[in-house]
């Protein structure tokens, strides 16, 4: 590494002390916990290499206020920090190794949460009247969504929320693989966000995920009279042992449900608004459609 090269990489570090993104949610008992336990082992680490906090700081080539912080638990190290320290303190990949744990810490506490009910899931009903579901959209469709939020999120926080939103996609490669059950609204196909070539891959996305055999798509035209959504998205995951879990604004305030009144309240909704949108292969005509006029 060259003294130019190292010289950038101290700045580009120092500056994640303060940098959105990287610092742990007080109120995420479980990030706190894992970031803590990361930074315990490298400080363990460092003091059996017998390295002082600014001895692997020139080291390393960071800033030692920012090597405090991850090593207590108050910053969330960059996978290239791992990288370095692995390397410095001869660890011999043992460091680099908590690169999936690091990972992990830095979803949302409330994605990482969904990501997990979705794991146990056998069967997901999904209606999402705003947008096209997260689990059917492409990365560049999802980044388009959140640089256009206002006020508008970090670069990094972007990247954060894109990373969560792609880990989440696993579900489509489980095997036995579940059910998964999608209503889409027309006018959330039409809407040329981030331009039409970004439009253009959404749709090829769409047509391929209608081609799994696991994967039901249907799409809810716009000039319907009658439409059952109208108080908002439903999803309703359900489980092996006959469980489920429920969720939509106009029930229980949006809040989690389990109880079997207010879910039968949801699949009775969800399953009229399949009734009235376009059936699975109509929906997959209508969307090549939509691609061939885009």
Request: glycine share 8%.
């Amino acid at each position: 590494m060259s003294v130019s090269d190292e010289a950038v990489r101290v700045g580009t570090e120092m500056d994640q002390t303060d940098e959105p993104g990287w610092e742990v949610d007080p109120d995420d008992d479980w990030a706190l916990a894992g970031v803590a336990t990361v930074g315990r082992q490298l400080r363990l680490r460092r003091e059996a290499a017998g390295m002082r906090v600014n001895d692997f700081a020139v080291a390393a080539g960071y800033g030692a206020d920012l090597v405090y912080k991850i090593e207590t638990g108050k910053r969330i190290p960059r996978p290239e920090y791992l990288d370095t320290a692995d390397e410095v303190l001869n660890a011999g990949g043992l460091i680099a190794a908590m690169h999936e744990d690091v990972k992990k810490v830095r979803y949302p506490k409330k994605v990482r949460d969904l990501a997990q009910l979705e794991a146990r899931a056998v069967e997901l009903q999904l209606y999402d009247p705003l947008h096209i579901h997260g689990l059917l959209q492409t990365p560049e469709f999802t980044r388009t969504l959140l640089t256009m939020r206002r006020p508008a999120y970090s670069t990094e926080e972007v990247e954060r929320f894109i990373a969560a939103r792609v880990a989440r996609k696993a579900i489509f490669e489980r095997d036995p693989a579940p059910d998964l059950s999608f209503v889409l609204e027309e006018w959330t196909l039409r809407r040329p966000l981030g331009g039409r070539a970004i439009l253009r891959g959404q749709l090829e996305h769409l047509i391929k995920a209608g081609q799994l055999r696991n994967v039901e798509l249907q799409v809810m035209p716009m000039e319907r009279d009658e439409h059952a959504g109208v108080d908002g998205g439903i999803e309703v995951l359900k489980f092996e042992d006959g469980s489920a879990v429920g969720r939509s604004p106009a029930v229980a305030n949006g809040r989690p449900v389990s109880d079997l009144r207010q879910l039968r309240i949801l699949e009775l909704r969800y399953g009229i608004i399949r009734a009235q949108a376009l059936t699975p292969r109509e929906s997959a005509v209508f969307i090549e459609q939509l691609l061939g006029e885009t």
